[in-house]
C-alpha cells in the first residue's frame, strides 16, 4: 500500500466533509441542531470559497470570480436564513451549490 501525501488528505478529508455536512444539512430535523449545523456548513462554504480562490493563478480571474461568487452564495445564505427569515430549504440549497461550485474550481 502506497501512503498518501498531503494533496490526497486535503482532497478526501474536503470531499469526506462535505458529503457528512451536506446529509446532515438535510438529515437533521432538530431545531437547534440543525441551526449549529447550518452555520458551521455556512462557514465552511466561505472557507472553501476562500481555499478555491486562493488556490488559482493570478491571470486565471474568471475562475478567481467564480470562487468569489461561491463564497457570495454562502453569504447570501446566511442572510436568506436569519435576518430575512425566509424559505429554509432555498438557504440549503444555495450553501449546497456554494460549496459544489468552490470544491470544483478547488479540484
Known amino acids: 500500500m502506497t501512503p ?8 478526501y478529508g474536503s470531499i469526506g466533509l462535505s458529503v457528512a455536512g451536506l446529509l446532515a444539512l438535510f438529515l437533521v430535523k432538530k431545531a437547534a441542531t440543525a441551526r449549529v449545523i447550518f452555520m458551521l456548513m455556512a462557514g465552511y462554504c466561505i472557507f472553501n470559497g476562500f481555499i478555491a480562490y486562493t488556490a488559482q493563478p493570478s491571470n486565471y480571474a474568471g475562475m478567481q470570480m467564480i470562487a468569489i461568487a461561491a463564497a457570495l452564495l454562502a453569504v447570501a445564505a446566511i442572510i436568506l436564513r436569519f435576518v430575512l427569515k425566509r424559505s429554509i430549504f432555498l438557504a440549503k440549497l444555495l450553501l449546497c451549490g456554494s460549496l459544489l461550485i468552490s470544491l470544483s474550481v478547488t479540484f
Open 4 to 11: 498518501m501525501g498531503a494533496l490526497a488528505v486535503f482532497t
